[in-house]
């Protein structure tokens, strides 16, 4: 049988958990000041702005198309490149800027001016303007203009040319467009592609052409819809805090045990938003889904622990109360590192293997079961200890 | 525990995976991919409703006066001040009846006086939220038509909220991927009219040219436009490809405006151009007769939200079929002015407080990397828990793979949203999940350390660790709520997931997983050691 330990009997509380209290409370004041001083590197759900993301047929020189963008009167541009550099791909993100709430939209059309600017950079190829851009036109405007320009009656057309259905055609050009990652760089690709047919490979060749950009993605979050965030954020953590604290209180019958797990939540909550701003990963709205799950999942170690010390109080009425909190640690201990384990493996193939959208939430996820395995012993059981010590059994036993 | 126990229980377990695997087939139409997974454009606007309440002064003031001028009440001056509407001049000794009438006739109006001569008229509350609601009414009406004839498969055009102050809509759009493109044709207002050129003193309609400012077009005038008349830009492109605007000098009144427009398609000129022919009502049809039969030679301007499009000549007479042509369409922008053209005119502007757009490619991009993921970790999860605990980490796969199952099979009859984060839920459920059993294992083979036989110590195994698993899981849940309750988009899928996850996970790993075990107790009733 394999074991992470055969009958394991270490001293966590007496001495130890003076020093390890000690620590916690210095990480903690650490993370807040990281927080303080260095702050988040907020993402656009919280900072507004607008942010486009975009894949380069050619490797883009960042320099010449800040300029471009600059020119545009965008403002202050950050460019930043993302994923591999074979990917050619750009985060475009314009703080936002001066525009008033109610001229004509909070700034919704900064992405226009971004994707505006970038086509103008290629309109200086001859003959490129004001045909049909295949590499970021959409389904609907494809089968649109492939309608408007197919010859009208199709028994006009010899009949083993293939009936050239326009929702088809577009339906098999945008899908092969995206098994491409959303860029075509010859236009023979598309007239090879299955249910292209002869007349639309003939349209496409004459009235469209390869745009040198594809487009990934927009984010644009305005002032108003970014302060509703952030308040829906406070509001979120600060209710599923006093449901646990509720909670425990209530299973426990104790306040001091609920006050235990909740400062070792604050504890493991602090820590994961310190590493969030010491490691300057982006802090979006999923990062708040990562740090809600932080608060379930230390707090789910922490009952798992309180449990088996409520259950052993029970059992031996007349030990000494360190002595059984520690002993419920060490029996507990084989299970706490089992499931931390494998939460951990879960969430670092996200990490690893996620991409980059997912890759700060795991991060954040990651520091925070580290966090919540440790704090479950040396701070919420340390606590408790601490406060049978000092107030007197009446506020510890349960 | 008797046989026939366990045959229904394992009956109750069969039945839960064919419900499961009936609500998921097939799986492609079953589980509702999120925009963040299949693409597509997710949009929140807000209805200006401030510029409808507007609109309804103006009209209000109109009418107003010309109920006051039946009477003889006319005032001198009428000024819109902030939300309110004052009437000044008025006749001092007539002021109480004027009082009386606005009472009387314009209900929605509270009026008081405001210094000799002069009434202030402010909408009531309830009036004026009923402007608003019905602004956005309006304005949610006017975009679904348009996006319906855009084509979009499963569009979500919803206002948010409840209530007539709800002022926002969100707007999705699978599939789609060319933002301007839809925030052009949803966000314009689409608001046509017609109105006569005003030509200035001493030059021909022929021989006139619009000027490139409108200090010129004052000094045409000799210094002011006439009080019935305005300028309006056209934006015009010339042969060297530079763009300019010219002003033109309307009449501030349109005789003929989109409202009176029956249809409107997308056609083509005289020269192959694109263009839009229009229809109007029969009523609007006579107007428009007589409007083109008595000014024949003079321009006729077309205006779309305040800006010329074209000024062509009247040449003969028109009755309800017409064209527009001459403002540079192409065959798209044609399509779209027409299709706006039907839906009618938004009654107010719209303001984007949020945008998102997905290319289908990016999308596809992270369904990739989010599948990839948690498969790699679920499998390391689960050779981990075949080595450790070796025949009973068979239980544990069977359970984990029952677990994901019945999380896939709610979603789908909940019609809930699979997005990226939502993946990262079920990964994490799948680490979380073997928690349940970790807690269960260990007991038993405490028991079993403590000498029990091996049905003792399941049994008991299962029973202490059972308040323990509820307790743990039920935190996290609370957790996951409230992520739900606060949740939008993505990070609500998260939170679905999670859920979902962690209400299966008491199932499969308390009664599942206990089934398991005595179904081997039965086929093995002496069993003496346990693989665990």
């Not at chain 1, 656009?44 to 009167?73: K, M, N, W, Y």
């Not at chain 1, 299955?194 to 487009?215: D, K, M, N, Q």
């Not at chain 2, 249809?263 to 839009?276: H, I, K, L, P, T």
Request: include cysteine; aromatic fraction near 6%.
């Amino acid at each position: 049988m394999l074991q992470v330990f055969h009958n394991a009997n270490f001293k966590f509380m007496w001495a130890s958990k003076w020093y390890f209290l000690a620590l916690s409370g210095v990480a903690l004041l650490a993370a807040f000041g990281i927080i303080i001083i260095k702050g988040f590197n907020y993402g656009i759900d919280f900072a507004g702005g607008t942010a486009v993301q975009v894949r380069f047929s050619q490797p883009p020189r960042l320099d010449a198309l800040r300029v471009v963008l600059e020119g545009a009167g965008l403002g202050d541009v950050t460019l930043q490149s993302i994923g591999e550099a074979a990917d050619n791909e750009v985060l475009i993100r314009v703080e936002r800027t001066g525009m008033s709430e109610g001229a004509g939209g909070e700034g919704g059309d900064v992405s226009q001016k971004v994707l505006g600017a970038l086509r103008g950079m290629q309109d200086g190829e001859a003959g490129v303007r004001d045909r049909l851009d295949l590499n970021t036109v959409s389904e609907p405007a494809l089968r649109e203009f492939l309608a408007g320009h197919l010859p009208a009656s199709p028994d006009l057309a010899p009949p083993d040319a293939g009936t050239a259905d326009p929702g088809l055609a577009a339906e098999s050009i945008i899908r092969a467009r995206n098994d491409r990652n959303g860029l075509f760089t010859d236009i023979g690709q598309v007239a090879g592609i299955p249910g292209v047919t002869g007349p639309v490979a003939a349209i496409l060749r004459e009235r469209a052409t390869l745009g040198g950009f594809s487009l990934r993605g927009i984010d644009f979050v305005g002032p108003t819809a970014g302060k509703e965030l952030m308040r829906n954020t406070g509001w979120a953590i600060l209710g599923s805090v006093l449901g646990i604290l509720v909670y425990v209180w209530f299973r426990f019958h104790r306040i001091a045990w609920g006050l235990a797990s909740i400062i070792a939540l604050v504890h493991d909550v602090t820590i994961a938003a310190g590493a969030m701003a010491l490691t300057g990963k982006e802090f979006s709205l999923p990062i708040v889904a990562a740090l809600l799950t932080i608060l379930g999942y230390s707090i789910n170690d922490t009952i798992v622990l309180f449990d088996r010390i409520r259950e052993n109080l029970r059992l031996y009425r007349d030990v000494d109360f360190e002595k059984v909190v520690n002993a419920s640690v060490n029996q507990t201990l084989s299970r706490t590192i089992l499931t931390s384990f494998t939460v951990f493996v879960a969430v670092f193939a996200l990490f690893l293997y996620g991409g980059d959208k997912l890759n700060p939430m795991s991060f954040c996820l990651l520091v925070g079961l580290v966090s919540g395995t440790y704090s479950t012993i040396y701070i919420a059981a340390a606590l408790l200890v601490v406060t049978h010590q000092v107030l007197g059994p009446r506020y510890a036993k349960a | 525990m008797s046989f026939a126990d366990v045959r229904v229980r394992l009956a109750i377990i069969a039945g839960v995976m064919a419900l499961c695997f009936y609500l998921l087939y097939p799986l492609r139409e079953t589980i509702n991919l999120g925009l963040d997974l299949k693409g597509g454009i997710h949009m929140l606007m807000r209805v200006k409703t401030n510029d409808a309440v507007k609109a309804e002064l103006d009209l209000s003031a109109e009418r107003i006066r010309a109920a006051l001028g039946e009477k003889g009440l006319a005032p001198s001056r009428i000024d819109l001040d902030g939300r309110a509407l004052v009437f000044a001049g008025l006749d001092e000794a007539k002021t109480d009846d004027a009082h009386t009438l606005l009472r009387d006739q314009f209900p929605q109006f509270a009026v008081e006086s405001s210094g000799t001569g002069a009434l202030r008229l402010t909408l009531r509350p309830p009036d004026e939220s009923g402007i608003r609601d019905a602004a956005v009414r309006q304005a949610l009406e006017t975009i679904r038509t348009r996006i319906d004839k855009f084509g979009v498969a499963e569009p979500t055009i919803q206002r948010k909220g409840v209530g007539p102050d709800a002022d926002q809509i969100v707007v999705q759009l699978p599939g789609v991927e060319d933002p301007e493109r839809v925030k052009d044709l949803i966000g314009s207002p689409a608001f046509l009219e017609w109105k006569l050129v005003k030509i200035p003193p001493g030059v021909t309609t022929e021989q006139f040219r619009p000027p490139d400012n409108p200090q010129a077009l004052d000094a045409a005038f000799g210094g002011a436009l006439p009080a019935d008349a305005e300028a309006l830009p056209q934006e015009v492109q010339g042969d060297d490809g530079r763009r300019f605007t010219l002003y033109w000098p309307v009449t501030r009144s349109s005789p003929i405006t989109g409202n009176d427009l029956k249809n409107a398609r997308r056609d083509q000129d005289r020269f192959g151009g694109a263009a839009v022919n229009f229809l109007l009502t029969a009523d609007a049809g006579q107007r428009f007769q007589e409007l083109t039969r008595l000014n024949q030679g003079q321009l006729l301007a077309i205006v779309l939200d305040r800006k010329i499009i074209s000024a062509p000549r009247i040449n003969a007479v028109i009755a309800e079929r017409g064209i527009i042509e001459g403002g540079n369409f192409t065959v798209e922008s044609a399509e779209d002015l027409a299709l706006k053209l039907r839906s009618g005119a938004l009654p107010a502007g719209l303001d984007i407080l949020e945008e998102r757009t997905v290319g289908a490619s990016l999308g596809a991009d992270s369904i990739r990397h989010g599948i990839t993921a948690s498969i790699i970790g679920s499998v390391v999860v689960v050779l981990f828990m075949l080595i450790y605990y070796r025949g009973a980490g068979i239980n544990t796969t069977v359970v984990l793979a029952i677990n994901i199952l019945i999380l896939l099979g709610a979603m789908a009859s909940l019609h809930s949203t699979l997005t990226l984060p939502g993946i990262a839920g079920i990964a994490l459920t799948v680490g979380m999940a073997v928690d349940a059993n970790v807690l269960v294992f260990e007991r038993i083979r405490e028991e079993l350390r403590h000498g029990r036989t091996v049905k003792a110590a399941i049994s008991s195994g299962f029973e202490k660790a059972l308040t323990t698993i509820i307790d743990s899981n039920l935190t996290t849940l609370i957790a996951a709520l409230a992520l739900l309750g606060f949740g939008t988009g993505p990070v609500k899928g998260f939170a679905v997931t999670l859920s979902i996850g962690i209400v299966a996970n008491l199932f499969t790993a308390v009664f599942m997983s206990r089934t398991l075990f005595d179904v081997l107790l039965n086929l093995r009733p002496r069993l003496e050691k346990l693989s665990i």
